[in-house]
């Protein structure tokens, strides 16, 4: 069974910066997409980037400019690099890959910002 495994995670101040990564257990070419997501106390879960197989990165206005989305195939990771942290960053952070057309999801790795 395909597994995605987060770490990374931790608390950090406010403009810090902290990376996040995933280690899939299949080739995560493997995967048609692979990404991030998060899910704040009480809320739902969000999209936070997506990285496809060819390549291409998708980051919502929310993260873009701050958050980085890469892979590396010969890890068979996909990190997140996050950088000026704000406390409505905090959240625990998700990995999802889509495999064989359906979604796998990591049990996440929190993230805490303080102010």
């Known amino acids: 069974q395909v597994q995605l495994v987060e770490s990374g995670g931790g608390s950090v101040e406010t403009g810090e910066s902290l990376r996040v990564s995933c280690a899939a257990s299949?080739?995560?070419?493997?995967?048609?997409?692979m990404g991030w997501y998060r899910q704040a106390a009480g809320e739902q879960r969000y999209l936070v980037a997506t990285i496809d197989r060819a390549g291409s990165k998708y980051l919502p206005d929310s993260v873009k400019g701050r958050f980085t989305i890469s892979s590396d195939s010969s890890q068979n990771t996909v990190n997140l690099e996050m950088s000026k942290l704000k406390p409505e960053d905090t959240a625990v952070y998700y990995c999802?890959?889509?495999?064989?057309?359906?979604?796998?999801w990591g049990r996440g790795t929190q993230v805490t910002v303080s102010s």
């Open positions: 299949e080739s995560i070419l493997s995967f048609s997409m």
């Open positions: 999802n890959g889509i495999y064989n057309g359906r979604p796998v």
